[in-house]
């Protein structure tokens, strides 16, 4: 998506705040440059066409045309904007615009369209923006000969309809086909899993699997591995990079790879905190007919040496109740780090997986 210097620039801040706030507004909304800039620049393919298109001196001009059009409007106290003469903070004006939103007229042109459903923005005429009927305006030509359209995947659809390849797998593009009564199915477009990273040490037949949800540890692990050395105990023939929540959907690569999970016994180990217990019952749930297990032995080692708990970056979630049943009926096999892991999770902390370090697991690998 290019867009040059000057009125372009200025239109697009405008779409994007009007894709967030809408077109007709009832209230005043506080605006943060800081925040509108980063969604700025998320709007270019690039970086780069961000800064060809004149970058902070050009954002900060179009800011303060925005205010003199009155569209955005001064703050009584607000610091100024890294070096510019803008403000950090303006307030969006209620009904800034003359847009009416859509008319009637051009809704009713696409509905031969039976699939294609207005009725969540006929009832909701401030989400009405030009943007977004632009979007549906796309949709509507693809719809149209969407019997002699061959499917492809979600990344390459939501470039041709939307001039963003990850749009349709974030939170807006979601929202735009669910309001419209669509499905990925709908526009022709599948979501293609990755294989996960791998490390397979000896030759076939695979029959002991660990996975690493963090890429330190698989790191760590690859490198004994190569040494001929046990991990935490554990010997196996094949490690996994679980890369988070991607590897309850990219497990299923492990029969492209001529191995059967069934004849399999894999182990998985995580941080020790919410998102790791959710990570493994979520395995579980998807997964209930593999000999799938947490490697006990590791988490043992994990609590046996870290020196503290430690704090969550930001807030979590609390873990599904579900998953967290199944941890403890593995868990409770060891009393000792049962309570443990009852104090993390009473306490708000948590253990990550970089407390056994390659130092730490070649050493105890030579014990």
């Known amino acids: 998506m290019l867009f040059c210097e000057g009125d372009q620039l200025r239109d697009l801040i405008k779409n994007v705040i009007e894709s967030k706030y809408g077109v007709v507004?009832?209230?005043?909304?506080?605006?943060?440059l800081k925040t509108l800039e980063e969604s700025v620049i998320n709007s270019y393919e690039y970086r780069s066409g961000y800064v060809e298109a004149g970058s902070l001196t050009t954002f900060a001009v179009s800011i303060e045309q925005l205010q003199a059009e009155g569209y955005l409007v001064p703050r009584s106290k607000s610091e100024k904007y890294k070096n510019t003469a803008v403000d950090s903070v303006y307030w969006l004006a209620e009904s800034a615009t003359s847009y009416e939103?859509?008319?009637?007229?051009?809704?009713?042109?696409?509905?031969?369209?039976k699939q294609l459903r207005l009725d969540y923005y006929r009832t909701h005429p401030q989400e009405q923006t030009?943007?977004?009927?632009?979007?549906?305006?796309?949709?509507?030509?693809?719809?149209?000969?969407?019997?002699?359209?061959?499917?492809?995947t979600r990344?390459?659809?939501?470039?041709?309809?939307?001039?963003?390849?990850k749009w349709l797998s974030e939170s807006e593009?979601?929202?735009?086909?669910?309001?419209?009564?669509?499905?990925?199915?709908?526009?022709?477009?599948?979501?293609?899993?990755?294989?996960?990273?791998?490390?397979?040490?000896?030759?076939w037949p695979v029959r002991c699997i660990l996975i690493s949800e963090n890429h330190s540890f698989f790191d760590s692990a690859k490198?004994?591995?190569?040494?001929?050395?046990?991990?935490?105990?554990?010997?196996?023939?094949?490690?996994?990079?679980?890369?988070?929540?991607?590897i309850v959907s990219s497990l299923l690569f492990l029969g492209e790879l001529n191995i059967n999970p069934l004849e399999v016994e894999i182990h998985y180990v995580g941080d020790m905190d919410k998102a790791g217990w959710d990570i493994?019952?979520?395995l579980k749930l998807s997964y209930p007919e593999l000999n799938l297990k947490l490697a006990l032995s590791i988490y043992k080692l994990m609590m046996e040496l870290t020196k503290q708990s430690y704090n969550y970056a930001k807030e979590q979630r609390a873990c599904d109740p579900t998953h967290l049943e199944l941890v403890f009926q593995e868990i409770s096999a060891d009393p000792e780090l049962k309570v443990f892991i009852e104090g993390l999770l009473e306490s708000?902390?948590?253990?990550?997986?970089?407390?056994?370090?390659?130092?730490?697991?070649?050493?105890?690998a030579q014990g």
């Open 173 to 203: 593009g979601i929202q735009l086909l669910s309001r419209l009564g669509l499905t990925l199915d709908s526009i022709k477009a599948v979501v293609v899993r990755e294989l996960f990273e791998y490390h397979i040490q000896n030759p």
């Open 130 to 152: 030009m943007e977004t009927w632009g979007y549906i305006e796309r949709v509507y030509d693809f719809l149209r000969t969407a019997e002699n359209r061959e499917i492809v």
């Open 155 to 165: 990344e390459e659809r939501s470039l041709e309809l939307f001039n963003r390849e």
């Open 25 to 32: 507004r009832q209230t005043r909304h506080r605006i943060a």
């Open 280 to 282: 493994y019952g979520k």
């Open 101 to 113: 939103g859509w008319s009637e007229s051009s809704m009713l042109r696409i509905s031969d369209v």
């Open 223 to 246: 490198r004994l591995m190569q040494n001929g050395k046990q991990i935490c105990s554990i010997k196996p023939d094949m490690l996994i990079y679980g890369e988070g929540w991607k």
């Open 348 to 364: 708000n902390q948590r253990v990550p997986q970089e407390v056994l370090n390659y130092e730490v697991m070649a050493r105890l």
